[in-house]
């Protein structure tokens, strides 16, 4: 039916009542019986005064029942009629018919209505409003909240809370405010409805510590503002943030809800906060909802991430009717934690369940097999995936992919994706890891090229993988032609793409280049300061490796094992006592204590003529291991002290350290001592 316009309805009442005929002794002068006749018609227009109002309110009623019902051609059929009878209206039924074209949806048709009210109160004004903020189109109805403040109408509860959220529709943080304080003003903050509804809209609009300030000093807080304060927190990963604010609630005497626990137990997986963890179960407990389907998967993942997967199973177990979530959940677990054969009994126990498994369940079992090493197995279980019919979808076939890859069956992962039917990036990232090694470096190469050719687009990922292809196979060539391609998507401001492409110009002595790139890194964390100083070791100009190492102290950077060792082995190379000091001194200082290091100062105060000091060294040391034992030794027989190279030897055959190449070879360096035998 189409929508009918509404004139204002000012018309006069028509009265269905014909006019009494009146006699010539009727118009005789008689008082009392003018009286009686007057007395009589006064009774007559109330009965017509309450039969009017009876029918507006019935057809009110009638309104709000099509409102509620979303019955629009009922509603425009009763507006049909309204018409027609020439009803004189009042506000209520006006009111009515525009709520009812509101909730249905027809703001064309509400706005005729609106438009032809003789008078419009706040009722009218916050049915538009919440219509239009319904529909979407934020900016009418902040318009229309402004022109009802500029007809001097007060705004209710309602209003406020349709204005709040039309401001939560949009960018409009300025108005957010603006109501904010209308809303301080009216005293609007006692409505809890208004209060969550400010609070959301803060949130909107990014500012999340206005909406956590608003929420603590509302006098009256719904578990929904709670919730949504704390998964917008969670939302930006502030999961700090989200245990200090569900700490405030648990101080508080508002009721926490079952939907508030989920978000709060993913903040203690994400922080490892095992305790947190652990007091959130209990009030799981403590509220019986034990059978809470996502309460449990919750706390399967977060004892599962926490702590162990035995703690995770005894979650498991109490459930009552595990379902494919739980069972996929408690899968993945002991898939995390090497209980492979764990993991594949809970699978096989699934059918004496009933449990039918879905993909994600499939995809945790192929990432279990994918840390066994057993290239059998996981073709066994790509044969049960076929099988069952999840072999099409793309997370599976991305789980079966990276399978293969895992246990370095690359053959098969050669034939698992090309049975994928629409492999994206992802995919081809996936497929290129497997190649990273010297022996199948140039098929990684291959794959990158023929992916570019078939217009996928390469991210940090592809990169990455193709520049590990490019160092193992120390392939330069490649390599520039693959830096060209990341200027020109660029990408080379990423932190990891910018690593890979130091490690293999310092790799391959292309030092030039690679300092270049190291001057342009954003931020050098120790790896990045390891790799150009390993580059400049294995050249003439290895001393620049001592001025790198006092460069990455002055700009506040922590060596790590490797860049001490890096530049000490420059120490023993230059027989540079001198800097193998200060190198020693700045290790005693740092407090560093660790077997590569100690090994390294033995091997410099050896190289350096200073067998006295690596002796020192060497016995103070609290843990030996091979290569410092291998050190003293050839070095007891490079500065002629045989007897201590043998005594050396005997000593670390007494502890256990079984001699290797390196440590004969110390021996038969030692000319002046024969070799005995007898600790071969």
């Not at 008689?30 to 009876?54: E, F, G, K, V």
Request: proline share 3%.
């Amino acid at each position: 039916m189409a929508s009918l316009p509404l004139p204002p309805l000012l018309h006069a009442p028509f009265s269905y009542h014909r006019a009494p005929t009146l006699s010539r002794t009727a118009i005789s002068p008689q008082p009392t019986r003018l009286a009686a006749h007057s007395s009589h018609s006064h009774a007559n227009a109330r009965l017509r005064t309450n039969a009017q109002a009876d029918e507006l309110r019935s057809h009110a009623a009638a309104l709000q029942d099509c409102a509620v019902r979303r019955a629009l051609r009922c509603g425009q059929e009763l507006h049909a009629r309204l018409l027609r009878s020439a009803l004189q209206t009042d506000m209520f039924l006006l009111d009515s018919l525009l709520n009812m074209y509101c909730k249905c949806g027809r703001l064309l048709d509400a706005r005729r209505v609106f438009d032809g009210m003789p008078h419009r109160d706040v009722v009218a004004w916050t049915a538009m409003v919440s219509a239009h903020a319904g529909a979407g189109d934020s900016e009418e109805a902040l318009n229309l909240f402004s022109q009802m403040i500029q007809e001097g109408l007060n705004p209710n509860g309602f209003t406020l809370a349709a204005v709040l959220k039309a401001c939560s529709l949009g960018p409009h943080s300025k108005f957010t405010h603006q109501v904010h304080g209308q809303v301080v003003k009216l005293q609007g903050l006692d409505d809890p409805y208004v209060g969550s509804s400010l609070v959301e809209a803060y949130m909107s609009s990014g500012e999340v510590d206005a909406a956590e300030t608003v929420l603590l000093g509302l006098p009256e807080r719904s578990d929904v503002s709670w919730n949504a304060l704390l998964n917008e927190y969670a939302r930006r990963s502030d999961y700090r943030r989200v245990m200090q604010i569900f700490d405030k609630l648990a101080e508080s005497s508002d009721e926490i809800s079952k939907y508030t626990l989920p978000t709060v137990l993913k903040c203690c997986m994400e922080l490892c906060l095992a305790r947190s963890g652990q007091a959130v179960h209990a009030l799981v407990i403590k509220r019986g909802l034990e059978t809470d389907n996502v309460l449990n998967n919750c706390l399967i993942e977060m004892y599962s991430r926490c702590l162990s997967a035995d703690e995770a199973y005894e979650v498991f177990v109490r459930i009552d009717e595990p379902d494919v979530v739980h069972c996929s959940a408690m899968i993945s677990s002991f898939g995390r934690h090497d209980m492979a054969w764990e993991a594949f009994d809970l699978f096989v126990k699934m059918a004496d369940m009933g449990v039918i498994p879905n993909q994600y369940t499939l995809v945790g079992i192929a990432g279990v097999a994918s840390r066994t090493a057993d290239a059998n197995l996981c073709r066994s279980v790509h044969a049960l995936i076929v099988k069952s019919g999840f072999a099409m979808p793309k997370l599976v076939a991305d789980a079966i992919l990276n399978m293969y890859v895992k246990v370095g069956a690359v053959q098969d992962a050669t034939v698992a994706f090309h049975h994928m039917h629409e492999p994206d990036t992802f995919s081809w990232n996936t497929f290129l890891s497997g190649f990273y090694s010297e022996s199948n470096g140039e098929q990684g190469l291959r794959i990158f090229k023929q992916m570019t050719c078939e217009g996928f687009s390469a991210n940090k990922y592809t990169y990455v993988g193709v520049l590990r292809c490019c160092t193992s196979l120390m392939n330069m060539r490649y390599g520039t032609q693959v830096h060209a391609c990341v200027l020109k998507s660029g990408l080379q401001s990423d932190t990891d793409v910018s690593r890979m492409l130091l490690d293999i110009y310092a790799q391959s002595g292309c030092l030039t280049s690679a300092r270049l790139v190291f001057d342009q890194l954003k931020e050098r964390d120790a790896f990045t300061w390891t790799v150009i100083m390993s580059g400049y070791a294995k050249t003439e100009e290895s001393e620049k490796v001592i001025e790198y190492f006092r460069s990455m102290l002055q700009e506040n950077r922590r060596p790590n094992d490797a860049t001490l060792a890096v530049s000490l082995g420059v120490c023993s190379d230059m027989a540079s006592l001198g800097s193998g000091l200060q190198l020693h001194s700045w290790a005693i200082k740092s407090g560093w204590n660790s077997s590569v290091i100690s090994g390294a100062l033995v091997d410099m105060y050896v190289k350096c003529g200073s067998i006295t000091d690596a002796e020192r060294l060497f016995y103070e040391s609290e843990t030996r291991d091979q290569v410092a034992w291998n050190t003293i030794i050839c070095g007891y027989s490079q500065h002629g002290h045989g007897y201590k190279a043998l005594d050396a030897f005997k000593q670390m055959v007494d502890e256990g350290k079984r001699p290797d190449d390196i440590t004969f070879v110390g021996e038969y360096t030692n000319r002046k001592m024969p070799l005995d035998t007898s600790f071969a």
